[in-house]
């Protein structure tokens, strides 16, 4: 069992940037591959960011390459979001997830989930 709690959400205008923390808790951290997604008010969650289990590798949806970064500190147990250039269609609750495959794009692949924290960005 992995435990995962997401920090760092909040309001920004766009084009500004904000830093989302997971941390995780239990079973060792750095057997997983780590995700983050996103859920907008009335729409369907959507596959993010993931990174691999070292931190040596990362894939990304199209719409936040360049402006979106994962990272992970296995010492700390620890994934990261940077995220810049924020737009206001990047308004949703992200999650964090743990997966024991690389490479998935489905939220099905993710055994274990963090509660969300809400990010909203204005115009």
């Known amino acids: 069992q992995v435990h995962l709690v997401e920090s760092g959400g909040g309001l920004v205008q766009a084009g500004g940037s904000l830093r989302l923390s997971c941390a995780a808790s239990g079973r060792t951290f750095s057997v997983y591959t780590m995700g983050w997604f996103r859920q907008a008010p009335g729409k369907e969650r959507e596959f993010v960011t993931a990174i691999s289990r070292s931190g040596g590798s990362t894939y990304s949806t199209d719409s936040v390459k360049g402006r979106f970064t994962i990272s992970r500190d296995n010492a700390k147990n620890t994934v990261y979001l940077q995220m810049n250039s924020l737009k206001p269609e990047d308004t949703a609750v992200y999650y964090c997830?743990?997966?024991?495959?690389?490479?998935?794009?489905?939220?099905?692949?993710?055994?274990?989930w963090g509660q969300g924290t809400q990010v909203t960005v204005s115009s």
């Open positions: 997830a743990a997966s024991a495959f690389y490479g998935s794009r489905s939220s099905k692949d993710y055994d274990y």
